[in-house]
């Protein structure tokens, strides 16, 4: 049995610190996000209560699995299950094999890449990528942010996102202005 004070300690060492992860990974495998805090509060409470009887030596392991098995059991309780959610959990990495030091440099390799792709896009439509895919934001608050039309933020992310992907995967990551767009905006005085 674990003391109190161990148990708070490891709790603020340990687990914590992987909130902002353990959010976007409850953001990702679960679609009702007025549940995302609830969740969160449900898994630290199964954490520390599996954790009184003995600390895990691998905790970030032990939080995402306690995550997993959550979700699975949530989704399993309520009346409608989407299959599509089951699958996707099912698909869920196990134990630490999500933080294996060859898929940590792969995945710093794509995330240098998605940064190089972003600074590549016009000043307008990288603000707007960053505003809805980085922060989060609605679209109607990136134009209210913004101070621009909801349209725009649309098309604007549209293009950011697609010349974005063409980038990671090897492409130029220049936008690619549609005919209709390209004519558009020759009308505009």
């Known amino acids: 049995m674990v003391d109190d004070e161990a148990l708070r ?25 007025a549940d995302l805090q609830d969740l969160r509060q449900d898994i630290y409470e199964r954490v520390l209560k599996g954790a009184r009887e003995q ?16 979700l699975i059991n949530c989704a399993r ?11 996707d959990l099912d698909d869920v990495q196990q134990g630490g ?15 240098k890449r998605a940064i190089a792709g972003l600074d590549r896009l ?20 990136t134009a209210a942010r913004l101070d621009i039309g909801v349209d725009a933020v649309e098309k604007q992310i549209t293009l ?11 492409g130029t990551g220049k936008i690619q202005w549609s005919r209709s767009a390209s004519v558009s905006r020759r009308r505009r005085p």
């Open 77 to 87: 309780r309520s009346r409608i299950v989407s299959f599509e959610l089951l699958a």
């Open 9 to 33: 300690r490891w709790f603020c060492r340990e687990v914590l610190p992987l909130e902002a992860a353990l959010m976007a990974f409850l953001r990702r495998n679960w679609r009702e996000t």
């Open 122 to 141: 016009p000043p307008r439509c990288r603000e707007i990528v960053r505003l809805r895919k980085v922060e989060g934001l609605s679209t109607r608050e």
């Open 160 to 170: 950011g996102m697609r010349a974005l992907v063409d980038f990671v995967l090897g």
């Open 55 to 70: 600390l895990p030596q691998h905790s970030a392991a032990y939080v995402y699995t306690v995550a997993r098995n959550h």
């Open 97 to 111: 094999q999500a933080f294996h030091p060859e898929r940590q440099l792969v995945a710093r390799d794509e995330l």
